[in-house]
């Protein structure tokens, strides 16, 4: 596959910079997410993915330094493991270093460190430097696991807190141009993994749901229209049709 010109630039300057800063340290460097899916949409898509290190990031101050130096857009968001790391099921108690949006953390646990992250890497990601011998754990249940107590807690709890809002805006109120894809293309994904066992990307699973849940084929079809780059306006009132939207996907995804 041809790397999008923006993610190859970016991926390129970040192990430039990288080899300089912490020489024979990063092994691996894999993309995830969109890219790998042929789903990357500039000036959407963020480049997602793994640095594999040949130890645990001590310097985490110099890897710092030079994400500070690469583009802000396409935001680089990567996590840095061990292939020790990568070999045994995701602990989340450890210290963990990556960046999100483009920003540099550093957590005393958590972060992205889960079970999707682990079959993403296992099962379609995209060596732009491959880690010799590299053995990625894919566990399926722990997988299926994550995705319902995924749906349990953080989706509906999304869910109830646009159903707060809308109940007191405007019908008319123009709302924040990512944040319906980002609701209405996010559940279905969990839907889609739940239902075939596969991890698909924003498109597939807006496809997805178009086939499962056809009743709100206009608010799916006008997601994706806004995520292949044309310019479409979400109002309150297409808040308010996400909501039931949501709940039922979210209900049929746990019965599954």
């Known amino acids: 596959m041809n790397l999008p010109s923006e993610v190859a630039a970016t991926t390129s300057q970040y192990l430039e910079l990288i080899d300089k800063a912490l020489p024979d340290q990063v092994v691996g460097l894999y993309l995830t997410g969109s890219i790998p899916l042929d789903d990357f949409r500039p000036g959407r898509s963020d480049i997602d993915g793994v640095v594999v290190v040949a130890e645990p990031l001590k310097d985490a101050e110099a890897a710092r330094e030079v994400h500070a130096q690469l583009p802000d857009k396409p935001a680089f968001d990567v996590t840095y493991l061990t292939a020790d790391d990568l070999a045994s ?139 292949a780059g044309h310019p479409i306006t979400f109002t309150t009132t297409d808040a308010k049709a996400a909501i039931p939207f949501g709940r039922k996907v979210i209900t049929n995804a746990l019965a599954l």
């Open 89 to 227: 099921p995701p602990d989340a108690s450890k210290p963990v270093v990556f960046t999100l949006d483009g920003v540099f953390k550093e957590a005393p646990s958590g972060g992205p460190v889960n079970p999707v992250l682990w079959s993403d890497l296992a099962r379609q990601s995209l060596a732009v430097r491959t880690a010799p011998g590299l053995v990625v754990l894919d566990d399926h249940e722990a997988l299926v696991e994550f995705t319902r107590r995924n749906l349990e807690s953080f989706w509906t709890s999304q869910y109830d807190q646009l159903e707060a809002w809308a109940s007191s805006a405007p019908e008319d109120e123009v709302v924040t141009d990512w944040v319906m894809p980002w609701v209405v293309l996010g559940v279905p994904r969990l839907h889609a993994l739940l239902a075939t066992g596969k991890i698909v990307s924003k498109t597939g699973a807006g496809e997805h749901a178009l086939t499962t849940f056809p009743e709100w084929s206009n608010l799916i079809t006008r997601c994706l229209q806004h995520r």
